[in-house]
Structures are given as C-alpha cells and as structure tokens.
Nanobody, 122 residues
C-alpha cells in the first residue's frame, strides 16, 4: 500500500525558509518520480517541483526556480523541498505525490499525501 507522509509546514515570515519532507513507502523507490504540488485557497493545484528517484533529474516551476530546491535520500525513501526566500504568494497546502508520468511541467500525481500547510505572513 502506497503511503506518502508530508511534514515540515508552518508559519514563516516573508524572506524566511522552511523544509518540507515526504516520507514514502509501499512501492519500489527507484522506479518512480516524486513531486511536490501546492494549492492556495480558490486556486487550482499546481506542480511545483519533482525529482526522478533513479537519477536525480529535477524540474522546477518558474514561480519557484532559484528559491526552492528538491532533493532525496534514497536510504530513507524521503524527498525534501527546501524553500528559501518565501513570499506571501507561496502560501498554500503543499502535497507530495507519486507521479503518473514524467518529471516536467506536465507532472501529474497518481497517489497523494495528506498535505501540509505553509503560511507566509508577517
């Protein structure tokens, strides 16, 4: 049974940093791509970043490029999203997902975690 458990969300001031974690189980780690999505109130869910577990190839949405960094720990079956220089517009529920296809702007989640709230506010 696939399980994805996010942690690390919270309240942070503009310009601050947070690191999200996604602990995964129930599938063969190396075969898949893990992605981070976010959904702000009244907006559609959008793909933020993803990483291919087999070779570490990554993708970032333009809105977070240069500020967010995705990484993985293959020994722990965990993917991280380091978020720096946070802006109020980054406020959203962040979800990790095992992707259905590739790691690019068309990223699509197949199985999802429960989400973690990130709020950027002074």
């Amino acid at each position: 049974q696939v399980q994805l458990v996010e942690s690390g969300g919270g309240l942070v001031q503009p310009g601050g940093s947070l690191r999200l974690s996604c602990a995964a189980s129930g599938f063969t780690w190396d075969y898949y791509v893990i992605g981070w999505f976010r959904q702000a109130p009244g907006k559609e869910r959008e793909g933020v970043s993803c990483i291919r577990n087999s070779n570490g190839v990554t993708y970032y949405a333009d809105s977070v490029k240069g500020r967010f960094t995705i990484s993985r720990d293959n020994g722990k079956n965990t993917v991280y999203l380091q978020m720096n220089s946070l802006k109020p517009e980054d406020t959203a529920v962040y979800y990790c997902a095992k992707l259905a296809g590739g790691c690019d702007r068309t990223m699509r989640g197949r199985q999802w975690g429960q989400g973690t709230q990130v709020t950027v506010s002074s």
